[in-house]
Structures are given as C-alpha cells and as structure tokens.
C-alpha cells in the first residue's frame, strides 16, 4: 500500500491553460458495509471517509478522526501515486484509483517584475506583515462541513486559468530596472471577473481573515469551511466581511477586483487543506477548487 505524499507550492497569478484528468466519484472499499472512503479521486483533489464517529481513518499515511458527521476529509497532493490506501479502524480497508493530472508549463515574458516578487524595502515590509497575517488565519480551525455538501462557483463568470500549471516569469522590475526570473505553480481557480462582480461562499463557513491590502493577495477573504478546507479569494476590490463572521452557501463576501499583485481584474480562488490533527502547518497544501464543484451539492 503506498503512503505519504508532500507538496509545497507558491501562489501566483495570470492566465494559463491546462487542465486535469476526471476520474469518478466513487467509494472502493474492501467491506461491503460500515467504513467506505471516496470522493473527488484525481491527483489535486479530495478523499472523504465515512464511518462512525469518533473513528481512525488513515489515507496514505496519515490519520484522522471522524467527527460528529461520522466523516474524514483528506487532501490528495498532485504528485500523489495512481493507487493509494486507506484503513479504518475496525480493520476495514481499501485502495483508491487516483487519476493522474496533465498540467501545463510555459513561459511568459515581459512581465512587470514587482507584480511576481517583492524588490523594494517597502514591498518587502509589506510582505512580511502580510505573511504574518495569512499563517496566524491558517493556523484557526473551525467546525463545519468541510465538503460534504459540496461546493458552487463564488463567481457567476468563465473560468480563465485552471488550477495547476507551472510558469516561468522573465521580465524587469519597473522600480529597480533589474531584471527577473522567477518559476511557480499556479494554485488557484482563476474566473474571468471584471471589478465589482459579487464573490459568494462556496459553501459554509467561517471567516478567519479579511483584509483589503494584502501584498500579494490585495482585497483577500479567508474562509474556513470546517475539516481544515479553507478557501482563499484573492485581489478584491471590496470585502464585505470581518474575522469571525459565519456565512452560508451564497452569502456575499466581496467583490471582485484588481489589487495586489495582478495583471489585470480577475478573481483567483484558492482552496488549501490543512490536516486538523497536526500542529505543524509545513504539510499543509492547496488542492484544485475545480474538482471540488464536482462533489453533489445536497442543501
């Protein structure tokens, strides 16, 4: 049975093609009754396990427990191997086919080099003070549903970048005039929003950060959906929530703009997954929100 898998990535913005393979959303398990696991089972994506509460799962290596739901939710990694294994508790056990992703590379010139990293002492500070902000959110957890509900576009708008793709930024920074280069992996569900089109929970939860000058995010909201599934929305124009507000699926959380570190209006939504029973966020790891809007949506 194959076990760990580990991801760390950085977020960044721009447009890119490229899409992952779809697998179904099934449940293998090797017991005809009791414990079962399955979910959106392509690399990037989500494994919910169900069982009584209070039971151990583990999914490729790492353990958690069902909550009063009865359920466990695990992030899959993009590099996570084609067969992956869960055990229960009981002694229930099974593998999970996971379709493999075909992301894309490419290179993209010309690019205004202060949009991709901080150069000035000022841009540097800014960074700093926003990265402070950003792991004291992740660091909360709150109840909620996590997936089990599933998950609909914040954004009435196309989607114009997928989850995925490694770039290459070469160009100068407009401040400095020294040139850069710089490669990352796009991490986040890009819609195609002009300024001020209204961005709406995905589904419940609970905000944990809400700020309108983030360095790199610009206008962000963080919302934590329960089961350590937090999603990110990134350079808005206005946000309309605080810290510690609850929301339902629909509710209005802001609007869409241009701020931060962006190359023109758009909405990035960004979906990490964080394991609730560890204290140390290093394994946490963003996952694709597109495989997400393919769970059933059941309130």
Not at 58 to 71: H, I, K, M, N
């Amino acid at each position: 049975m194959m076990r760990e898998w580990l991801l760390m990535v950085i977020m960044c913005t721009g447009a890119c093609a490229g899409a992952p393979a779809r697998a179904e959303t099934v449940a293998v398990s090797a017991t005809p009754v009791g414990e079962s696991c399955g979910g959106a089972l392509t690399q990037g994506g989500l494994v919910i396990c169900r069982g009584a509460p209070g039971t151990k799962f583990t999914v490729a290596g790492t353990t958690l427990t069902a909550d009063a739901s009865g359920t466990a939710q695990f992030g899959i990694a993009t590099d996570a191997p084609s067969v992956i294994g869960w055990t229960a508790g009981d002694g229930a056990y099974g593998d999970l086919p996971i379709a493999a992703r075909h992301d894309d590379y490419r290179v993209i010139e010309g690019v205004d080099c202060d949009k991709v990293d901080a150069r000035t002492e000022e841009q540097k500070a800014h960074a700093a003070r926003s990265w402070v902000q950003k792991q004291d959110a992740f660091r909360q957890f709150n109840d909620g549903p996590g997936a089990l509900t599933g998950f609909v576009k914040p954004a009435d708008m196309p989607a114009s970048s997928p989850f995925g793709p490694t770039r290459k930024y070469v160009g100068v920074s407009k401040v400095t005039g020294k040139p850069c280069e710089s490669v990352s992996v796009h991490q986040g569900y890009d819609m195609a929003a002009p300024v001020g089109t209204p961005v709406v929970a995905p589904a419940a939860g609970t905000v944990i950060l809400a700020d309108p000058d983030l360095y790199y995010e610009g206008g962000a909201v963080f919302l934590d959906h329960g089961h350590g599934l937090v999603s990110v929305f990134m350079h808005l124009s206005e946000v309309d929530v605080k810290p510690g507000d609850t929301v339902a699926r629909g509710d209005l959380l802001a609007k869409s703009g241009n701020t931060g570190r962006t190359t023109g209006p758009h909405l990035h939504w960004a979906v990490k997954w964080r394991n609730p029973d560890a204290s140390d966020r290093g394994g946490d790891f963003y996952i694709d929100p597109a495989l997400l809007l393919e769970l059933p949506v059941t309130d």
